[in-house]
């Protein structure tokens, strides 16, 4: 498989997206107080709605329909759960469905680069 321009950028947007939600997730935690957030985690699990609807936009293509819809459904049950308890394990559990899906997303096209097309004697 050869990939191309729109490919590329998927993975980089969604590798930085990746990296926001660790971020956010860890100010929250460590209690940074950062600008955006300070230390609210429902503004926390907001912020971390917007990022993983971006990511997982980005890694559909890249992600069985499958493996997307479950955890898709488990990142809305775990969004709603944070944002109705302020608990910090429905956050982190957020966050780490969303770093899951764009390590499924970055598996499988390292599996499709590295397997390539197959040479013929």
Do not use: K, N, Y
Request: net charge neutral.
């Amino acid at each position: 498989m050869r990939f191309g321009r729109r490919d590329i950028f998927e993975d980089v947007a969604a590798t930085l997206l990746m990296t926001a939600t660790v971020l956010g997730f860890t100010a929250t935690h460590q209690g940074w107080d950062v600008w955006l957030i300070g230390d609210s985690r429902r503004w926390t699990a907001g912020l971390l709605v917007v990022l993983g609807s971006a990511t997982f936009a980005l890694v559909a293509r890249h992600v069985g329909a499958r493996a997307l819809f479950a955890l898709g459904i488990a990142a809305v049950v775990l969004a709603a759960l944070a944002f109705w308890t302020a608990s910090l394990t429905p956050l982190s559990l957020l966050a780490a469905t969303i770093v899951v899906a764009w390590a499924v997303a970055a598996v499988r096209d390292i599996s499709e680069v590295c397997s390539g097309p197959q040479p013929t004697h």
